[in-house]
């Protein structure tokens, strides 16, 4: 029985909330409010669209449809300055040991995220070769605690659903992986991810015993 391994991007493979943060906190100073880090958490895992929607509740402000699309494109390329100067000292610890572990059991290996720039920034950081599918902001139409993401990965990859293994920070992500009936791993705190299947801090305590229990 193939097993499928699908990874989320932002906070799992790369840090790259500090640049959505900065992107946004730009943009709600242009409009003349503070966006703290606090508030920032209620961004993870959800859609360029609905963070502006949250964004703008939280100031106060109304929009019309005109403006609305030019604040998500100036925040998008606000973004873009930043992660165009990201590389692989960007990636977060043991990453790369545990793709390379995978790609060498011959695991089928995708990619599940909300970000619209994806594939760019797994360029970037090195990782893309790694991956035979990408699934982001740009083939999806649902957004996460909506399986959909996961089940285009799984379907990509030939993998049944049941068969798939989805590492995920939020807990938007791992809600969408068990709505996909998939095994949800929380990379982050515990605390935080109860509704995951395991948690571990990072990926440096996952050892090549787990994975291969995984596998099995």
């Given amino acids: 029985m193939k097993k499928g ?17 900065l992107a946004w906190k730009k943009l709600a ?12 958490e209620l961004f993870k ?20 449809q005109e403006q609305f699309d030019r604040w998500m494109i100036e925040k998008n390329e606000d973004y ?4 165009t100067k990201m590389d692989a000292s960007e990636i977060l610890p043991d990453v790369p040991r545990v793709l390379e572990f995978l790609k060498n059991k011959k695991a089928p ?23 035979e599918s990408i699934v982001d902001g740009n083939n999806v139409t ?8 996961f089940l ?3 379907t990509n990859l030939q993998v049944a659903p049941q068969d798939c293994v989805v590492f995920e920070d939020a807990v938007a992500g791992i809600q969408a992986a068990n709505n996909a009936q998939m095994t949800s791993i929380g990379i982050g705190d515990a605390n935080t991810l109860t509704e995951a299947n395991y948690n571990f801090n990072d990926f440096t305590e996952m050892t090549d015993d787990f994975l291969n229990g995984l596998l099995a």
């Fill in 142 to 149: 649902k957004a996460k605690p909506d399986p959909e993401v």
């Fill in 5 to 21: 391994f699908i990874f989320d991007l932002d906070g799992v493979i790369v840090d790259t909330a500090k640049y959505h943060y």
């Fill in 109 to 131: 290996i995708a990619l599940g995220s909300a970000s619209k720039n994806a594939k760019p920034i797994l360029e970037k950081v090195g990782l893309l070769p790694y991956f």
């Fill in 80 to 83: 873009l300055k930043y992660i």
């Fill in 29 to 40: 100073n242009e409009l003349g409010f503070e966006f703290t880090l606090q508030q920032n």
């Fill in 45 to 64: 895992g959800v859609s360029r669209k609905r963070c502006l929607e949250i964004l703008l509740e939280l100031g106060n402000i109304q929009a019309s």
């Fill in 152 to 154: 285009i990965a799984a």
